[in-house]
């Protein structure tokens, strides 16, 4: 009976392992930049290039910063769960049009909506670099004070929004 | 988790998604063809040869964050690229290389360190793999012992030894 103590004690520790570790998301990695003052940039909106924003105008208020590109196949997936939330008005919604052409961009929020207040055009990436972004879309918490106080890799689902970024926001006190 | 594939990545801005069906064949691919792994490596930009091998130099440690086995100097992906030349463009204003891993850091976090710094957050990853020695070179030490007090055990006493003796002369002894 002994000698199978030990196997079997082996065995469920690789188990318990292996039940967290395949539960894990790789492309999950935790960013340095959460609890810090978003990254200084200025970019010419997509509506009208002439007219430029920076996430310093947007001191005051909490609001949700989203990257994304028409490119992305991810983002048409998340696009009606941002839609349904700038249509119940609960978070101003701010884009970060990644690495896209303003053609291709203009186009694609014609044919499925346009969740975003503005739109900034990071047609180089270079903000996309200062933001740690890796993997679009990507959104940020960002609170009255300027400071990332949330991360999101990958599409946002209508989970992620009601269990944790909503919460996040009404405590932000949006 | 989504159920479907993984978010578009930047090194396939045009394909998207691949799918579990794509990824499974893709993983069929670079096992059956490991020799063809080199052939996508990026190539060094010729016009300050100086530069580019310094610039290499900082991208080997660097983890590229698309396709994380991949350091930034090997991979073709958008956002190697561009880290490419973010670290070219550093160097030429003057940066030391720890700057430049530190502005990495500072936004992708310990993560995109091929040598990740030793701190508290990551004592499991460079104590763990010695601590596992150990305990295996522990767990052999007494097996060992276990098994040479066994063996000493299992030595004859003589009326057990005169036994054998009378078996082994009935069957005709060893051939």
Known sequence: MKRYLLPLLAFLVLVGFLAVGLRLNPREVPSPLVNRPTPEFRLPTLADPAQQLAPKDLLGKVWLLNVWASWCVACRLEHPVLVDLARADLVPVYGLNYKDKRPDALAWLEKFGNPYQQSLQDSDGLAGIELGVYGVPETFVIDRAGVIRFKHIGPLTPEVLRDTILPLVGKLGA | ?175
Request: some cysteine; glycine content about 8%; charged content about 20%.
């Open chain 2, 1 to 175: 988790m989504t159920p479907s594939c993984p978010w578009s990545e930047n090194s396939v801005p045009k394909t998207g998604c691949l799918g579990l069906l794509g990824g499974a064949l893709l993983l069929g691919l670079a096992l059956g063809l490991p020799l063809s792994a080199g052939a996508g490596e990026a190539k060094p930009m010729a016009s300050d040869p100086a530069l580019e091998a310094r610039v290499m130099v900082i991208a080997e440690e660097l983890r590229c964050l698309v396709c994380q086995n991949e350091t930034i100097a090997a991979s073709n992906a958008d956002l190697a690229v561009d880290l490419r030349g973010q670290i070219r463009q550093k160097l030429s204003q003057g940066q030391s290389s720890q700057q430049i891993l530190d502005f990495m850091v500072a936004r992708y976090g310990d993560f995109v360190l091929y040598r990740p710094p030793l701190k508290a957050s990551t004592v499991l990853l460079w104590v763990g793999p010695f601590a596992l020695l150990l305990l295996a070179a522990g767990v052999l030490m007494v097996n060992i012992r276990r098994h040479r007090q066994h063996a000493a055990q299992r030595e004859l006493d003589p009326a057990q030894r005169l036994r054998a003796r009378q078996l082994l002369d009935q069957t005709g002894g060893p051939p």
